[in-house]
């Protein structure tokens, strides 16, 4: 089973990028499934979570009215939208699978990821 995440780079502050993640060898369907990201050296940080049924459940205020998450189980796929960009989201972003088909209120039982895309937001 993989995950692979695509769509990271560099952007200016107040832009946008669309993250994908592309998984194989297990069905999405099955699963909630979410983001988080990770600064190297500091702790990952939840970013969102989307259960079997569509509900969303934000792991980081900060993000709220920013970043959309979103899927597409007949292409096997979810999506990041991230827009009004800010140096503080700059991280590896990785895409992530939980056990169950709810999201898990701790954001650590999202328990099986990809190795990441990198965001970078400088001017």
């Known amino acids: 089973s993989q995950l692979v995440e695509s769509g990271g780079g560099l952007v200016q502050p107040g832009g946008s990028l669309s993250l994908s993640c592309e998984a194989s060898?297990?069905?999405?369907?099955?699963?909630?499934i979410g983001w988080f990201r990770q600064v190297p050296g500091k702790e990952r940080e939840g970013v969102l979570c989307?259960?079997?049924?569509?509900?969303?459940?934000h792991y980081l205020d900060s993000v709220k009215g920013r970043f959309t998450i979103s899927r597409d189980d007949a292409k096997n796929m979810m999506y990041l939208q991230m827009n009004s960009l800010e140096p503080e989201d700059t991280a590896v972003y990785h895409c992530?699978?939980?056990?169950?088909?709810?999201?898990?209120?701790?954001?650590?039982?999202?328990?099986?990821w990809g190795e990441g895309t990198l965001v970078a937001v400088s001017s």
């Open positions: 989307i259960g079997s049924s569509g509900e969303v459940l």
């Open positions: 060898g297990l069905t999405l369907d099955n699963y909630a």
């Open positions: 992530a699978v939980a056990s169950g088909l709810r999201c898990p209120r701790n954001y650590y039982a999202l328990n099986f």
